[in-house]
């Protein structure tokens, strides 16, 4: 990069920032979901790209004229769809530096400062979360943490530690045997209330999956699992792994994992816990209780680019024993080793991608920026504004309350049939103010408001409710406006 373009990229990149914060100051004021419908965007733009280099000005005048149309605003406090995707300065700040330095940190010696932050930053957030030192790299043990891209990839990787280790301990048993037979042979286990991406990893992983049923409080229970877990012995199938949830995507249920890890270890059976939005509330000590029996996990993972204030993508993931990973998908090309092999993580081997970007970066500004303090009143504000919530659907006596708020999530409907509430639904997102989307657990369906964006505030919950009750008014008198 010559010196004009260094004094241009400069330029430019002090506009982006005050359009950013300009834009996220003022997200308020934008429609939650965009109206424009599919392959809005290609008149916009020409044929072809272009021959010659266009001016830096043109393409940011172009962001509000091409991009701003189609964006649906996970950060407004009005969006409460799914469950949040974190955000914040520190951590925008923090992937433009990863962007600057660009390495591909897929060995210790292709950028040593991107694995060994790595390393320092699971500990630390492990720490604040209180795991067991058993999960740590600090603690001279086996364990340690790794960044992986989402919690898709964090089940997924560790079905197949846990693959390689009960293929691993039937041979030295049974010898005889072929992998073939082992694996086909190999059974896991899961609520039906867990996240579709348990399904999806034991279609990849190319091994069979249970889906149990919870309890009428739709948590899983351990005699469930001690259940299924016999049941498949005396068939002649070999449990291997099982996921428990702490904060199901529906309801924001937890699954007993204090009697559930017990289970699995009497049974030889790779225990994986997904927190994916729930287990940022762990830094909060009153919320650790509903992790316990965490001790009893192989592997636990949740997803600081979810609640806690780290841009995506940034899913933290621990094992008490990474090595059935490195030895699982080690493949060792000349070019890829270098001198200082086994004195530190290469974590080529504790992922399904080769790359990995600086993610680390990200954790390292925001737990320094903002402190844990910050972070826990981040936690405890956005639980805090979802009982403000689950308060003023109480006042009115035509909804109830699904489940139990625990988090940051209410789920509600109006009395009456699924039918009465899918049409609630479509009128409160048809107006366009607020943003929800549905669930439905034993044939109930319901609405879900997720406390979402960093700038949620009381008097944004009180447009949320009157949204919902002027959408519930036109529902029940009939109305037929749209």
Not at 347 to 374: A, C, D, M, T
Request: proline letters at 5%; hydrophobic letters at 40%; one cysteine or more.
């Amino acid at each position: 990069m010559d010196e004009m373009e260094a004094n241009q990229f400069r330029e430019f990149g002090k506009a982006m920032i005050d359009y950013t914060a300009e834009y996220l100051e003022n997200i308020r004021d934008r429609r939650v979901v965009p109206t424009v419908k599919p392959g809005y965007l290609r008149p916009l733009i020409p044929e072809n790209a272009p021959e010659k280099p266009e001016k830096w000005e043109d393409v940011l005048k172009d962001i509000e004229r091409v991009i701003m149309p189609g964006v649906t605003h996970w950060h407004s406090p009005r969006f409460h769809a799914y469950y949040p995707t974190a955000n914040s300065y520190p951590a925008i700040v923090a992937d433009i530096l990863s962007g600057a330095i660009a390495c591909i940190g897929f060995t210790w010696i292709a950028s040593p400062a991107c694995t060994e932050l790595e390393v320092v930053m699971l500990d630390w957030l492990g720490k604040a979360l209180g795991l067991p030192e058993e999960f740590l790299a600090c603690s001279g043990d086996k364990g340690g943490g790794v960044i992986q891209g989402t919690a898709s990839e964090a089940t997924l990787v560790a079905l197949l530690g846990a693959k390689a280790r009960t293929i691993a301990a039937t041979k030295k048993k049974y010898p005889e045997l072929k992998e073939s037979d082992i694996v086909a042979r190999l059974v896991g286990y899961t609520s039906s209330q867990s996240h579709s991406s348990v399904e999806r990893a034991g279609l990849l992983g190319g091994v069979k999956l249970r889906s149990l049923q919870p309890d009428k409080n739709n948590k899983l229970r351990g005699e469930t699992v001690a259940q299924a877990i016999k049941e498949d012995r005396e068939a002649g199938l070999i449990p291997f792994y099982c996921v428990v949830t702490l904060g199901t995507t529906s309801s924001c249920t937890f699954d007993c994992l204090d009697e559930i890890g017990p289970v699995c270890n009497e049974n030889e059976t790779w225990l994986h816990v997904d927190a994916a939005y729930a287990g940022s509330a762990f830094i909060c000590p009153e919320y650790r209780y509903l992790m316990n029996g965490i001790e009893k996990a192989d592997s636990f993972n949740f997803n600081p680019h979810k609640w806690m204030l780290v841009n995506f993508d940034c899913s933290a993931m621990w094992l008490k024993d990474p090595s059935w990973l490195v030895d699982a998908f080690n493949v060792d090309p000349l070019y890829l080793k270098h001198e200082q092999q086994g004195s530190a993580p290469d974590y080529r081997h504790w992922q399904i991608p080769l790359g990995r970007r600086f993610r680390s970066l990200k954790l390292w500004f925001v737990l320094r920026l903002y402190g844990i303090e910050n972070l826990q009143k981040q936690i405890r504000t956005h639980i805090g504004l979802a009982h403000y919530f689950e308060k003023l659907v109480k006042t009115d006596d035509r909804f109830e309350i699904t489940e139990e708020v625990l988090m940051g999530l209410v789920c509600f409907r109006l009395k009456g049939s699924n039918q009465t509430n899918e049409e609630l639904l479509r009128r409160i997102n048809g107006r366009g103010v607020i943003h929800l989307v549905p669930s439905k657990i034993r044939d109930t369906y319901f609405l879900r408001l997720a406390i979402c964006s960093r700038f949620t505030e009381e008097r944004d919950i009180d447009v949320s409710w009157k949204e919902v009750k002027e959408a519930a008014n036109e529902v029940l008198n009939g109305n037929s406006k749209q």
